[in-house]
């Protein structure tokens, strides 16, 4: 098991930067992969990004096209966290972001934290 603890949400304007933090309870090695997904109002939750994270320091990424070029994920694997830099945010990206983490086939997930786009 693990446990996902998130920060770094708000309320941004069109253009604006946000980054979220998701801390793991555990070393990320040990964890497939993480990574965010959104859910905004009336609609399903969506993936964003996500990084593997089992074995290696590095890791690939994975986006929606709707933030390629715009969203950036990473890991600082000291702290067991990972980051996703948000710019250029849209109202559409206005959305709860939850954390996840995989671990072989159970998925764990963070309480969620709300980015509001608005101006």
């Known amino acids: 098991q693990v446990q996902l603890v998130e920060s770094g949400g708000g309320l941004v304007q069109p253009g604006g930067s946000l980054r979220l933090s998701c801390a793991a309870s555990?070393?990320?090695?040990?964890?497939?992969?993480m990574g965010w997904h959104r859910q905004a109002p009336g609609k399903q939750r969506e993936l964003v990004a996500a990084?593997?994270?089992?074995?290696?320091?590095?890791?690939?990424?994975d986006y929606a096209d709707s933030v390629k070029g715009r969203f950036t994920i990473s890991r600082d694997n000291a702290k067991n966290t990972v980051y996703l830099q948000m710019n250029s945010l849209k109202p559409e990206d206005t959305a709860v972001y939850y954390c996840?983490?995989?671990?072989?086939?159970?998925?764990?997930w963070g309480q969620g934290t709300q980015v509001t786009v608005s101006s």
């Open positions: 555990r070393n990320i090695f040990s964890i497939n992969a």
């Open positions: 996840y983490g995989r671990i072989l086939r159970d998925d764990y």
């Open positions: 990084i593997s994270t089992y074995g290696t320091p590095y890791g690939t990424t």
